[in-house]
């Protein structure tokens, strides 16, 4: 199989290869093979349903992403969106636009790693689509998940005098993507960092931050159980621009203390690098895939306890304000002027 492409293997060879190394998951009553999947849910809960599209050259380059992460990532954005809304992610559909050369090789990574990290999160693939493409690989990701009702998360539960927290570590991938562009590194990996400190393995962190992301969808399920949160979002294109939109929909502002903002040993000694060290990557940096969440001042205790039970470093870096404003404040009381907003697509 070695030499093989997708071109000799054909589409139904391919769906064979992937139907077979896929396990059944809960509620899976007919997986791939039938015109339409067909799954059952658990009594009182409701469906949630989220959809991702991934590029190339507009999400991922081959120079830098190898297929098996490339594979676990296609489906990490996903379960990242499930967990926002404190869901339990559950099936998946996985269509896929694939120049008709690409080596069968390739392909069984890509699938290995989806499934590696569908089998992480209790996820099922339950079917997509398989068709060529002439103009790069195109990935598309459906994913479901279910919760029961008083424990979905909205963007819209945010209340005046809420803290803002978030999990984990800011602008990790931003700043393992910035090394990459950097460096035009490719595998083997070379550490720009050096003995700045961290030496080796800190540029390797922060890059695998940006090409294998772990969504937090323990965490998620436990803040959604806990009753304490009032709103969430997932952080994908920075907690500025991403609590902008728990903002918006709830319609209160924020103030965000850029020095309460997370930041990792490897982040903290690349950042050294920039002149603007190291605001815009921790403020706007895309893909970090943590969470976001306002809960009442009363429950930072329970919230920290739960975080800890969960494994996971959580900080409240603001609070939620009735201006309809989300502002960033440094140390001295001062705003901070941040000039690039999250990502997007279309500026
Ligand atoms: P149809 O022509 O009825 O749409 P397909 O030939 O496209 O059927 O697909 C056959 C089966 O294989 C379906 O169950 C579909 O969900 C599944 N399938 C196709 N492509 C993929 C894929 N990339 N990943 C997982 N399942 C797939
Ligand atoms: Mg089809």
């Given amino acids: 199989m070695k030499d093989t492409t997708l071109a000799t293997l054909g589409e139904f060879g391919f769906i064979t290869r992937i139907a077979d190394s896929v396990q059944t998951g809960t509620g899976v009553i007919t997986g791939i093979g039938d015109d339409a999947a067909v799954t059952a849910f658990t009594p009182g809960m409701q469906l949630l349903s989220s959809t991702d599209m991934l590029l190339e050259d507009v999400h991922f380059r081959h120079s830098w992403h190898d297929p098996y992460r490339l594979g676990r990532k296609s489906l990490a954005a996903s379960i990242s969106d499930i967990a926002a809304m404190g869901g339990i992610p559950r099936w998946s559909l996985l269509s896929l636009a694939i120049p008709p050369q690409t080596p069968v090789a390739f392909l069984d990574e890509f699938t290995r790693g989806y499934l590696a990290m569908a089998s992480e999160h209790g996820v099922a693939l ?163 895939y943590e969470l976001c969440f306002t809960s009442s001042p009363d429950h930072r205790k329970k919230i920290e306890l739960l975080m800890k039970k969960c494994g996971i470093g959580a900080t409240p870096v603001g609070i939620v304000t009735s201006s309809p404003e989300v502002v960033t404040l440094l140390s001295d009381g001062r705003p901070f002027q941040q000039k690039t907003p999250g990502f997007n697509h279309f500026t």
């Fill in 126 to 288: 339950i079917g997509g689509d398989t068709c060529s493409s002439r103009h790069g690989l195109a990935i598309s990701v459906t994913i479901m998940g279910e919760q029961l009702p008083e424990r979905i998360l909205r963007r819209s539960g945010a209340r005046t005098g809420d803290e803002i927290w978030v999990t984990g570590t800011l602008g990790d991938a931003a700043m393992g993507l910035n090394l990459l562009e950097q460096n035009s590194v490719t595998s083997p990996l070379t550490d720009p960092l050096g003995p700045k400190g961290e030496g080796q393995g800190g540029s390797e962190y922060l890059i695998s931050r940006l090409l294998d992301p772990t969504p937090r969808t323990l965490t998620g399920i436990a803040l959604a159980e806990s009753g304490l949160v009032s709103a969430m979002i997932d952080i994908s294109d920075g907690v500025l621009a991403d609590f902008g939109h728990i903002a918006e929909l709830s319609a209160v502002g924020g103030e965000i203390r850029m020095d309460d903002l997370p930041l990792s040993a490897p982040f903290r000694a690349a950042a050294g690098q920039f002149p603007e060290f190291p605001f815009p990557f921790a403020l706007s940096g895309g893909e970090d």
